[in-house]
Structure formats: C-alpha cells, structure tokens
C-alpha cells in the first residue's frame, strides 16, 4: 500500500515511520511513503503557505494554492489516489474506517496547520477526518496515528496476522485482558483458566472479559454492538456478578 503524505513538516515522520513494525513492513515492500513537502508548492519567493483570515480573527490559515499544487503533483506522480485531510472538523477516524482505507492501494493524507485550511480545500479532497475532540498543533500526530491504524490491516505487517483480529474494536468490544511470565507478582496471580490448556474455557474466559470490560470502560460501545445468544448468556452472567 502507498501513503503519501502533504505536510509543512516532512522531518517530523522520518523517525516514526523508521521505527519497528512500519520499518519491516517498509523493507519487505509490503509499505511505501512518499512525503511531500506543500511548501515546495508555494507561488511566492518567500515560500509563503499561510495569510491573514479574511473577515479578521486570530492566527493564520494555510492557503488553497500551494495544497491545490501538491494534490496536482501528485496525481500526475503517482497516480490515482484518496486524498483525505486531516481536521478536527471531520468524522471521528475508527477501527471500521481502518479497515475501509487498508483496502486502498494509495491513501494521500493532508496535514492541516494553523487554525485550519481554506475552505476552498474541502473541494480537493475525497474524506475528512478527525482522530477525536481535541486540539493538536497539527496534523502530521494524527497522520501517524491513521497509518498505524492501517497498517496493521495489511497482511503481512503484523508478524502474527492473528494478532489483529483479536484486537479492541475488532467486533466493537474492547479486547480481554492480556497476561504474560511471571504468573505469579507481588501476590497478583494470572487467572488460573488460562493455565490449563482447555482452548474452549479459554475461549469463553476471553469473551466474557471482553464484553465486562466494555460494559465498565466504554458502555457507548454496547449501543451500537449485536450480541450472539452466547454473548447473551455472558452478559446475564456479567450482571449477576456485578449484583
């Protein structure tokens, strides 16, 4: 899969994407970026990629020009591609999402700056995305943090391809709780179902963990999630002991 990347920042992504499971993914050619710098796309002399809100406020606005220029380039460079910017005005980025984008063979990501992008940008783009309520210098954070997402979708990434179908939010639950050597610390045990080899208890063990968990942690999750008889059951377990 191609990522391109539009941002005024291009050093910010040269360690994170040289780093662990995106650098493997990276060397066995399974994960391409290609960064663009938008202010090599700037008309003036100074470079200029933001100006005063017309109407007055404060801070500055990134400017349609030098993005409109960079989105040209790179549809002549590379191709077709989904351009979607990156602004706390846009849909909350979730796991559904994810794995709509990992099926693309080419996502072009727009880092916003400043107190936003000209309007006039919105008709450039294909998507808009947001990585949650809250404010970030930019969004060159919350591409990273839409690549990450991705990327583990693509098989082959994850070492294990396993490993992420098991995941939190795979089927709208939050993942079961996880636990590793010793199984014993400072009078904390690992839960003794998972030390005796029956997959099947196991299996019931993780899914009625999983379920309490999102009922504790994130009940908005259980408005939108479609229980199984089994999970049924669980849940009418769940509330007996929380009773």
Same mark, same amino acid.
């Given at each position: =899969?191609?990522?391109?990347?539009?941002?005024?920042?291009?050093?910010? *992504?040269?360690?994170?994407?040289? @780093?662990?499971?995106?650098?493997?993914?990276?060397?066995?050619?399974?994960?391409? +970026?290609?960064?663009?710098?938008?202010?090599?796309?700037?008309?003036?002399?100074?470079?200029?990629?933001? %100006?005063?809100? +017309?109407?007055?406020?404060?801070?500055?606005?990134?400017?349609? $020009?030098?993005?409109?220029?960079?989105?040209?380039?790179?549809?002549?460079?590379?191709?077709?591609?989904? +351009?979607?910017?990156?602004?706390?005005?846009?849909?909350?980025?979730?796991?559904?999402?994810?794995?709509?984008?990992?099926? !693309?063979?080419?996502?072009? !990501?727009?880092?916003?700056?400043? @107190?936003?992008?000209? $309007?006039?940008?919105?008709?450039?783009?294909?998507?808009?995305?947001?990585?949650? %309520?809250?404010?970030?210098?930019?969004? $060159?954070?919350?591409?990273?943090?839409?690549?990450?997402?991705?990327?583990?979708?693509?098989?082959?990434?994850?070492?294990?391809?396993?490993?992420?179908?098991?995941?939190?939010?795979k089927d709208g639950l939050l @993942?079961?709780?996880?636990?590793?050597?010793?199984?014993? *610390?400072?009078? =904390?045990?690992?839960?003794?179902?998972?030390?005796?080899?029956?997959?099947?208890?196991?299996?019931?063990?993780?899914?009625?963990?999983?379920?309490?968990?999102?009922?504790?942690?994130?009940?908005?999750?259980?408005?939108? +999630?479609?229980?199984?008889? $089994? %999970?049924?059951?669980?849940?009418?377990?769940?509330?007996?002991?929380?009773?």
């Open positions: =899969m191609i990522f391109t990347i539009l941002t005024l920042f291009p050093a910010i *992504f040269e360690s994170p994407l040289n @780093e662990s499971i995106i650098k493997k993914a990276r060397d066995k050619g399974l994960l391409e +970026f290609n960064i663009v710098n938008i202010r090599d796309f700037a008309t003036d002399i100074h470079k200029t990629c933001d %100006d005063y809100p +017309f109407g007055g406020g404060a801070g500055m606005v990134m400017k349609v $020009e030098p993005i409109h220029h960079a989105i040209e380039h790179v549809r002549k460079e590379r191709g077709r591609a989904r +351009f979607v910017l990156l602004t706390p005005h846009g849909r909350t980025f979730d796991q559904d999402t994810a794995a709509r984008f990992s099926r !693309l063979p080419h996502l072009a !990501l727009i880092c916003g700056r400043y @107190e936003g992008v000209d $309007e006039r940008i919105l008709s450039l783009v294909d998507d808009e995305i947001s990585i949650g %309520d809250y404010v970030l210098s930019g969004g $060159e954070a919350a591409a990273l943090v839409v690549i990450d997402a991705i990327s583990r979708l693509i098989p082959g990434v994850v070492g294990n391809d396993a490993s992420p179908v098991d995941e939190s939010f @993942e079961y709780p996880q636990y590793t050597r010793p199984r014993e *610390f400072i009078g =904390m045990e690992v839960p003794e179902v998972l030390l005796s080899g029956n997959h099947e208890e196991i299996r019931k063990w993780r899914r009625k963990e999983s379920l309490k968990r999102t009922i504790l942690r994130r009940p908005d999750l259980m408005e939108r +999630f479609q229980p199984n008889e $089994e %999970d049924k059951k669980l849940m009418r377990q769940i509330m007996e002991d929380m009773e």
